[in-house]
Nanobody, 118 residues
Framework: QVQLVESGGGLVQPGGSLRLSCAASGSIFGLLAMGWYRQGPGKQRELVAAMPSGGPTNYADSVKGRFTISRDNAKNTVYLQMNSLKPEDTAVYYC????????????WGQGTQVTVSS
């Protein structure tokens, strides 16, 4: 079992920045593929940024050039640096991890609220 602990959400004005972090712990075998999703009220959850284990990063078109995903493998921690935030970025942001143990297994953080408002 893998547990994900998030931090860094909050209220920010348009044009501002936030940095989210997510630390994974538990029964981890090898490297985790990790990423960030978000979900606005009444909307489907969507991929924001992903960093597969040992693979290239991937971003939603709406955040390219503004958001940056990074990780510290020694800490099994993933970060999401969010710059030039817009009101449409307002959502609950979820950390996600995937690990292959016999089958692919998915893990989710509890979600952290990001609100962009003037």
């Amino acid at each position: 079992q893998v547990q994900l602990v998030e931090s860094g959400g909050g209220l920010v004005q348009p044009g501002g920045s936030l940095r989210l972090s997510c630390a994974a712990s538990g029964s981890i075998f090898g490297l985790l593929a990790m990423g960030w999703y978000r979900q606005g009220p009444g909307k489907q959850r969507e991929l924001v940024a992903a960093m597969p284990s040992g693979g290239p990063t991937n971003y939603a078109d709406s955040v390219k050039g503004r958001f940056t995903i990074s990780r510290d493998n020694a800490k099994n921690t993933v970060y999401l640096q969010m710059n030039s935030l817009k009101p449409e970025d307002t959502a609950v942001y979820y950390c996600h991890a995937r690990m292959f143990v016999v089958v692919w297994r998915d893990y989710w953080g509890q979600g952290t609220q990001v609100t962009v408002s003037s």
